[in-house]
């Protein structure tokens, strides 16, 4: 997939319903304790962070006491500061303005290194391309959350949406349950329909092990929806309820967030 027309996409998208809501800085439901303003901060500090990953081609983490790459403005008057979340007040012009700098480097570093060229991330894939697909998930996320925000949101690209919920079985879920040190599994199977496309995902769950099986293969219990309803749910931003239906015994899929704990 490219990820470059859907991370533009999605960054256009937040960043107007940022602008439609900066005199006012509202609550983020789907964040708890943050505010649009939090939640821009942190995503351009993330933007900035890649950044600085890939154009240094840094092989290790950078230094956590380096801040030099996040290169603020003279003027962070009214910023976030995140002890002391959410932040209340109008959305500062400059962090708007130093957000969108940093999405349109992302986007044209994105657009001009070869994917597969080798730079160190969090995962097993160590590529520009992990970054590429990592940090377009983000910002679909993120766009939902602040437009949701804002009223009524934007359900996530079919496309982009079927291809993270494959991303979340096979690297987010394996990472979440090693940092979470989350219980082993007892085999449970459960099993994601999407109703607008063929997409079929059935996750198995044994010991410290989670891994994508075939499809032939029998499932406890199944959660039914389209590709955005899935994705929003395994990100914690809609509750199954608010899916197409549950087939099976619900205590199999309320465990999930225990074997998969958030972050």
């Known amino acids: 997939m490219d990820y470059v027309p859907h991370f ?16 006012a800085a509202p609550p983020v439901p789907s964040c708890p304790g943050w505010s649009m303003s939090d939640l821009l901060a942190h995503l351009g500090y ?12 840094l092989a290790a983490p950078p230094n956590p006491t380096d801040r030099a790459f996040l290169d603020l403005p003279a003027d962070t008057r009214g910023w976030p500061v995140p002890e002391q979340a959410p932040t209340h007040g109008p959305v500062p012009t400059s962090l708007i303005d130093w957000f969108a700098d940093g999405a349109t480097t992302l986007e044209s570093l994105f657009s001009s290194r070869n994917p597969d060229e080798p730079v160190w991330t969090w995962s097993q894939e160590q590529t520009v391309g992990f970054w590429a697909r990592m940090q377009t998930i983000e910002a ?16 996530i690209d079919d496309e982009l949406a079927a291809d ?15 940092r979470t040190q989350a219980p082993p599994g007892l085999g449970e199977r459960i099993r994601l329909r999407r109703t607008d496309g063929d997409d079929i995902w059935t996750v198995h769950f044994d010991g410290d092990t989670v891994r994508l099986i075939d499809r032939a293969e029998p499932r406890h219990v199944e959660l039914i929806g389209t590709a955005s309803d899935l994705m929003l749910f395994l990100w914690q931003r809609i509750p199954a309820d608010e899916l197409l239906g549950v087939v099976g015994p619900r205590a199999v899929l309320d465990r999930y967030f225990t074997l998969v704990p958030p972050m």
């Not at 533009?8 to 005199?23: F, S």
């Not at 679909?140 to 359900?155: C, F, I």
């Open 8 to 23: 533009r996409r999605e960054i256009a998208a937040l960043e107007d319903a940022v602008r439609r809501a900066a005199d």
């Open 46 to 57: 993330v933007h900035r962070y890649v950044i600085h990953v890939i154009e240094q081609r």
């Open 140 to 155: 679909a996320v993120h766009r939902w959350d602040a437009e949701n925000a804002l009223g009524t949101a934007e359900p």
């Open 164 to 178: 993270a919920i494959e991303q979340n079985f096979t690297v987010m879920a394996p990472f979440r349950r090693t």
